[in-house]
């Protein structure tokens, strides 16, 4: 028997999917729990709306991210520290910071998750920051660390 799934049945499928099962299994367990419905044409139409919409929404946060990119790799964010003679840092810039210096300067609200950093950054110069927007989307932001000037 064909069915839909309506929750995700472990070791058969998620939601939406359109399965062969056992006539048993379906109509004794399956069916009565609410797991899946009978694959009707009606059914089957109803998940390509639902597939067809996933994606279009999907593709419109691909696309938000790409553009979000875009801006992110064209902004430079400037850091001051203090720091001593010998150019080492006292502090650092933290994926925090960053997030804090974009929302501030250029109005990008971005997750502080999504700033990648292996380490706060602690020494002077540019740094290449990437923010991972989306598991296939990423952008790389240029971090300028500067010594503050003293009185």
Same mark, same amino acid.
């Given at each position: 028997m064909r =069915?839909?799934?309506? +929750?995700e049945v472990r070791g058969l499928g998620r939601p939406g999917d359109i399965k062969d099962v056992a006539d048993g299994y379906a109509q004794n367990f399956l069916l009565p729990?609410?797991?899946?419905t009978p694959a009707s044409s009606g059914a089957l139409r109803e998940v390509a709306q639902q597939k067809a919409? =996933?994606?279009a929404k +999907?593709?419109?946060a691909h696309g938000d991210a790409e553009e979000l990119a875009k801006r992110l790799e064209a902004?430079?964010?400037l850091f001051t520290l203090k720091s001593g003679k010998d150019g080492k840092t006292f502090g650092s810039v933290t994926n925090r910071d960053i997030a804090e210096a974009l929302k501030r300067d250029t109005g990008i609200d971005l997750d502080r998750t999504k700033i990648h950093l292996e380490e706060p950054l602690r020494s002077l110069g540019v740094h290449k920051v990437e923010a991972r927007l989306l598991s296939d989307v990423?952008?790389?932001?240029?971090v300028a660390v500067e010594p503050a000037?003293?009185?």
């Open positions: =069915v839909v799934l309506k +929750q729990r609410g797991l899946a919409k =996933v994606r +999907q593709d419109r902004t430079t964010l990423r952008a790389h932001l240029t000037k003293s009185s």
